[in-house]
């Protein structure tokens, strides 16, 4: 069964200050997903990441996957306010039946200070 | 990428009785997939529904309880069943969508209070 173990799980950062969200797997995949949760809201989608060494930024977010230490990297730079929210990884497996299904890492609140 | 359009939004309910979901995609898509957000937690995957055939089921879901339709390739519902207060949750469906790369739409969501 794939895990995915996101960290750290909670973040309190200041404003300007830079910080790194890590996501590991436990199983070989070469797709995975980063989204954004705001309360009360459903997820958006910020990244895809295809393949090993993928590097992908928008605006102050970064994001990156490595297939073989099975990680992946959203680094966040120079954070605002309008950053807080939550951040789930999510990597694409091979389900029951031979679909593809996405499983979730637990999330991470971060919350950004003045 | 897809435009899915999930009601209710939100709904408070009796234990013992039922909730249908319902989710309207703007095009036709393959596979849908139905999600449950226990409070303050991830995301769990209960079913992936293709159209025209049975539903199939992640551990610790079973049919009974999240009965699935799928009658087009457009359309959707999550039944949940014999409600209790631990069935409290945000209920999302999502879809395969085109984003630069076959990526993941997911829809509003239904917040689910059982009382």
């Known amino acids: 069964e794939l895990k995915v173990e996101q960290n750290p799980l909670f973040l309190s950062m200041q404003e300007g200050k830079n910080y790194t969200i890590y996501c590991n797997y436990s199983t070989t995949s070469d797709r995975l997903y980063w989204y954004r949760q705001d309360p009360g809201k459903s997820l958006e989608s910020l990244f895809v990441l295809l393949s090993n060494g993928a590097v992908k930024q928008e605006g102050r977010l970064m994001a990156s996957l490595d297939t073989k230490a099975r990680l992946s990297t959203l680094h966040i730079t120079a954070a605002v306010h309008d950053l807080s929210a939550t951040y789930f990884c999510a990597v694409e497996a091979v389900g029951g039946g031979s679909n593809y299904k996405l499983t979730f890492g637990k999330g991470t609140l971060l919350t950004v200070n003045p | 990428s897809a435009v899915i359009s999930q009601k209710p939004s939100r709904d408070i309910c009796q234990r013992g009785t039922s909730l249908t979901i319902q989710c309207q995609v703007d095009?036709?898509?393959?596979?849908m997939f139905w999600y449950r957000q226990q409070p303050g937690q991830s995301l769990t995957l209960i079913a992936t529904?293709?159209?025209?055939?049975?539903?199939?089921?992640e551990s610790g879901f079973v049919i009974d309880k999240f009965p699935i339709s799928r009658p087009n390739l457009t359309f959707s519902t999550l039944t949940v069943s014999n409600l209790s207060p631990e069935d409290s949750s945000i209920y999302l469906c999502s879809v395969e969508s085109w984003q630069g790369a076959r990526g993941y739409t997911f829809g509003s969501g239904t917040r689910l209070t059982v009382v």
């Open positions: 529904a293709n159209q025209g055939s049975e539903a199939t089921y």
């Open positions: 095009s036709q898509v393959t596979m």
